[in-house]
């Protein structure tokens, strides 16, 4: 079965930067997303990449994160730099099976426990 892992979150003063990371077991991958919750908002869309290669990223994120991924170790990354508070929320990684719109949430077929990431000013 599919099972993916999140880590990496933690509580850091705006300007930082973190790493998150996501592994999958059960079943490898070649397209992930990773999107962000915050308390009373909607899930949203932060980065994607498909084939190892297409990255996509949304206008918040744009030039400061970056997605990447270890085939070997069938994981999926975030580096997320120059953080700032509005960055606070629950980071989750997702995974899926075929292709679509890479920034809807209800596109994605496994999703990780989700990791805290806390950006004070």
């Known amino acids: 079965q599919v099972q993916l892992v999140e880590s990496g979150g933690g509580l850091v003063q705006a300007g930082a930067s973190l790493r998150l990371s996501c592994a999958a077991s059960?079943?490898?991958?070649?397209?992930w997303g990773w999107f962000r919750q915050a308390p009373g908002k909607e899930r949203e869309f932060v980065a994607a990449?498909?084939?190892?290669?297409?990255?996509f990223y949304a206008d918040s994120a744009k030039g400061r994160f970056s997605i990447s991924t270890e085939i070997t170790n069938n994981t999926v990354y975030l580096q997320m730099n120059i953080l700032k508070p509005e960055d606070t929320a629950v980071y989750y990684c997702a995974a899926r099976s075929a292709g679509g719109t890479y920034s809807t949430a209800r596109e994605y077929d496994y999703w990780g426990q989700g990791t805290q990431v806390t950006v004070s000013s």
């Open positions: 059960g079943r490898t991958f070649s397209r």
């Open positions: 990449i498909s084939g190892g290669a297409s990255t």
